[in-house]
């Protein structure tokens, strides 16, 4: 396998594939999920912009910005059942591009007001190559915001259920995750109906239907590689990407949103 196509499948695009395929709709509380993660631009800050979304995947985050009056842009990803959901998803906003694309190798420099990437480097082998990739595409003076896992307060996650997927869930064949992912979903349904509520994440899945909710699940589940990021980390690594003024926002007491923009000189 070539170092490129070696580099993309171990971001896991064919098993984020089947899960937007999946899950294709477009369900109105991914709007308030789009704006925590996304907390420094407010609708107002995407009208008449332009913007990259790095692994778009079934759309979800594009669409939102085009509601809000964007000019239009980009939307990337690598498998084709992520791409047949977004171009199904977006096709009412004919000033977006869904295209396959790399997140390693935008072929994007100056372009756009915004790129943005939600849940999507923390996957990757090689994040700061995705980071750079997306500084290149933005215009001197844009900005470039990701979301990402948190170390903080997913000692839960990173102790015992992520050593789980790395050893046995992100080697099975990705059908038989996605039904394995009932059972954890249907405990922490139950969970949640109980009152488990300790701090805003799940505060706010609680709200969630049990489709949703197994969605989010599998999610977990799935991918060959997951990142969990201090808030420290999150910040070198935008710096590190020649990034000014860069902002971190704790996003539901355990993730990190992070905007910075690109320098004009």
Known sequence: MADTEKRDREGSPDRFGYEWGTYAEILPIYEEQFRRWTPRLAA???????????????????????????????????????????RHNLARFPALEVQERSAYDLPFENRFDVAFSIGVIHHLEFPDRALAAMVRAVKPGGRVAIWVYGRENNGWLIFFLDPLRRALFSRLPVAWVHHLSLYPTALLWLLLRLGLRPIAYFRLIATFGLPHLRSIVFDQMLPRIANYWSREEVAAMMSEAGLQDVTLDWVNEMSWAAIGRKSIE
């Open 44 to 86: 107002s800050d995407w009208r008449g912009a332009t913007f990259l979304d790095v692994g778009c995947g079934m759309g979800r985050n594009s669409f939102w910005p085009m509601s809000y009056g964007a000019a239009g842009g980009v939307a990337v990803d690598l498998d084709p059942r992520s791409l047949a959901a977004a």
